[in-house]
């Protein structure tokens, strides 16, 4: 029965539709999104407790403790980002849906980066001054962060996408994607550090740009491949 | 008119075949019926038909015309609202207003409910939740996992009337169910024990 009150959706509608109902639902359970950040606020507590309360010494480390601190949260979460729409069943109705599958992920993908990464990484000053990170380093951390955990997420979508289907997917998800956080990794915090020490970042800086744009067009096509695998299995 | 045919399939589950040359053709008009006892197949058929299991699915499946499946699991999130959920709900591929949606929930008898948390409601409410969904699509063929399940007698007879009315306008169902036969007249039973693989 074809009505025509109703007109049929277009692909940015869908998108939107797909990216607003991911973020009621995370804004809904709002321990999910504070989980990453009291996990980073935990660990960059007891870093200084561990280390020892020389600034000097903290400082210096601090562009890797950051980093690696946001890529651990980062996977925490990324573990369970297509698990509750596998469990109810959306994940079916997306794949039946006449819009392609990796474009309604990757609303679902982008709502989830908002509330985590994109967060994260608006937060993180804070964190880098209880560490003592040189203020000259701030801006380059937040953009660093935002364009990192823009590829890690995307990444965490592509194996949780592969996982989903799987009971206790998550040491399989580490396995497989902490390889390819190492990049993302390396390039951040030779940035910060670039930057910490008064030198011209933007190497780095766009390395990880290219990065994240490349991941932004190819890691949808995987995830939609990846779901339908694991809704086929 | 023709909206489904489907050929000599057979459907594996892990290692074993439960489902051998099933034909089926569904067109306009009909209601079928798929019977058989628990763990049969008759969700994995229907999920076959669907189009969302290819591997250990043989024989040929052709769907004509969209379709809208409704399983188990009804792809509806607690967390939200019956209006959001069915707002946003993924497989929709028409735009409904509030307001249609507001009339469409009233018909399942949840007026009053629209902004409450989905998760707050009681089992056969979160039923009549996605069971709203069939007053908001055009799909001509709709294939029904269990959509009895938890719903009461007046529940069940809204149901049964929606189909009904879905039926006489041009359309057909395909449900599972372990109720009685409601369609006398209508239906068509397809009975999977006989294409069991024992």
Redesign the interface.
């Known amino acids: 029965?074809?009505?025509v009150d109703?007109?049929?959706?277009s692909l940015l509608?869908?998108f939107g539709?797909?990216f607003?109902?991911h973020g009621?639902?995370l804004m809904?359970?709002l321990t999910d999104v504070a989980n990453p950040l009291l996990f980073f606020f935990m660990v960059v507590t007891l870093f200084p407790l561990g280390l020892g309360p020389d600034p000097l010494q903290l400082a210096s480390m601090a562009p890797g403790i950051l980093w690696v601190v946001a890529l651990l949260a980062s996977l925490m979460v990324s573990a369970r980002m297509f698990a509750?729409d596998f469990?109810?069943?959306?994940l079916?109705?997306?794949?039946?849906?006449?819009?392609p599958l990796s474009v309604?992920a990757l609303g679902e993908v982008a709502a989830h980066w908002l509330a985590t990464g994109c967060l994260l990484a608006v937060v993180s000053p804070v964190f880098a001054m209880m560490l003592g990170l040189p203020s000259q380093g701030l801006g380059v951390l937040v953009l660093s962060l935002l364009l990192g955990t823009l590829c890690l997420t995307l990444i965490g979508a592509v194996g949780s996408a592969l996982t989903v289907s799987i009971r206790r997917g998550g040491l399989l998800l580490s396995l497989l994607i902490i390889p390819l956080n190492v990049p993302v990794l390396i390039f951040g915090t030779a940035a910060v550090t670039e930057a910490v020490m008064g030198r011209d970042p933007s190497t780095w800086l766009t390395l990880m740009g290219a990065l994240a744009a490349g991941m932004l067009a190819l890691a949808p096509l995987a995830v939609g491949a990846a779901l339908r695998i694991s809704?086929?299995? | 008119m023709l909206l489904l045919s489907a050929a000599d399939v057979s459907i594996e589950r892990g290692e074993r075949r439960l489902l051998q040359g099933v034909d089926l053709s569904v067109a306009s008009g009909q209601v079928w019926q798929v019977l058989g006892a628990n763990g049969v197949g008759k969700s994995s058929l229907l999920r076959a038909l669907a189009g969302l299991a290819r591997f250990g699915v043989e024989g040929s499946i052709a769907r004509f015309e969209p379709l809208l499946y409704l399983a188990h699991a009804p792809a509806i999130k607690g967390a939200l609202s019956p209006l959001e959920n069915l707002r946003c709900h993924p497989a929709c591929d028409i735009t409904s207003s509030p307001a249609q949606i507001a009339l469409a929930l009233e018909a399942v008898q949840l007026g009053g409910f629209e902004h409450q948390p989905v998760g707050s409601l009681s089992a056969g409410q979160q039923r009549r939740v996605a069971l709203a969904r069939l007053l908001l699509t055009d799909a001509r063929l709709w294939l029904l996992d269990e959509p009895f399940t938890a719903l009461d007698g007046a529940g069940c007879d809204w149901l049964e009337e929606c189909i009904r009315g879905h039926v006489s306008a041009g359309g057909a169902v395909i449900f599972t169910s372990h109720q009685p036969s409601r369609f006398s007249e209508l239906q068509q039973d397809l009975d999977l024990g006989s294409y069991a693989v024992s």
């Open positions: 029965m074809p009505s109703r007109p049929s959706l509608a869908a539709r797909q607003r109902r009621q639902a809904a359970s509750s469990e109810d069943g959306s079916e109705q997306m794949a039946l849906a006449s819009h309604l809704l086929d299995s």
